[in-house]
């Protein structure tokens, strides 16, 4: 059974970068898929951040490219997330997951998700 | 990347059936066959229950049924309960030229 856990600071100061690590367990990264972070500000809905491969190659949402590092190591079965300069509008439920199944990349599994607040 | 368009909320009541649809441009919902949808509990991570438009994975249960039609895809819950209030996201993958995913901003169904 594929399980996935978030963790990183719970704080961050505006303009600071934030980083995230996605620990995986039950499944190889390098045996294939994509494997993404999804984030949701309280109250609202699901954004996409981005995506990687075991091989390194990603995509990310072209609205926060900019700002955007993803990696991953498959020889600790983690992937990791960097966002740069953020802002209040950053604070969310941040998610790692995986895009199984096909190649329409459905989520068929997700971490329980880690709040990140960015604040003073 | 634009969101997709979901309806704020839909309700029903024990036993019947709602629909809730997901609007998007040619260039994803209406371009590929590759939309899903995700129950969100409070404060719970969400749950792929169809994937590919139609598909769903082991253990959903089969009162949850997907289509589409043209640039409009739909979730359909039949014989409601009152477990499955929940928000409901679609999402639809982006393509091969930009891969990536885009969601609808979500549906609150209420078991009346």
């Known amino acids: 059974q594929v399980q996935l856990q978030e963790s990183g600071p719970g704080l961050v100061k505006p303009s600071e970068t934030l980083s995230l690590t996605c620990a995986v367990s039950?499944?190889?990264?390098?045996?294939?898929?994509?494997w993404g972070w999804i984030r949701q500000p309280p109250g609202k809905g699901l954004e996409w951040i981005g995506s990687?491969?075991?091989?390194?190659?990603?995509y990310c949402n072209p609205s926060l490219r900019s700002r955007v590092t993803m990696s991953v190591d498959t020889s600790k079965t983690q992937f990791y997330l960097k966002l740069s300069s953020v802002t209040a509008a950053d604070t969310a439920v941040y998610y790692c997951?995986?895009?199984?199944?096909?190649?329409?990349?459905?989520?068929?599994?997700w971490g329980q998700g880690t709040l990140v607040t960015v604040s003073s | 990347q634009s969101d997709l368009t979901q309806p704020a909320s839909v309700s029903g009541s024990p036993g019947q059936s709602i629909t809730i649809s997901c609007t998007g441009p040619?260039?994803?919902?209406?371009?590929?066959?590759?939309v899903s949808w995700y129950q969100q509990h409070p404060g719970k991570a969400p749950k792929l229950m169809i994937y590919?438009?139609?598909n769903r994975p082991s253990g959903v249960s089969n009162r949850f049924s997907g289509s589409k039609s043209g640039n409009t895809a739909s979730l359909t819950i039949s014989g409601l309960q009152a477990e499955d209030e929940a928000d409901y996201y679609c999402s639809s993958y982006t393509g091969s030229n930009t891969p990536g995913v885009v969601f609808g901003g979500g549906t609150k169904l209420t078991v009346l």
């Open positions: 590919e438009v139609s």
């Open positions: 990687i491969y075991h091989s390194g190659s990603s």
């Open positions: 039950g499944y190889s990264i390098s045996s294939g898929y994509y």
């Open positions: 040619s260039s994803d919902v209406g371009g590929y066959n590759y």
């Open positions: 997951a995986r895009h199984g199944f096909s190649s329409g990349w459905p989520i068929d599994n």
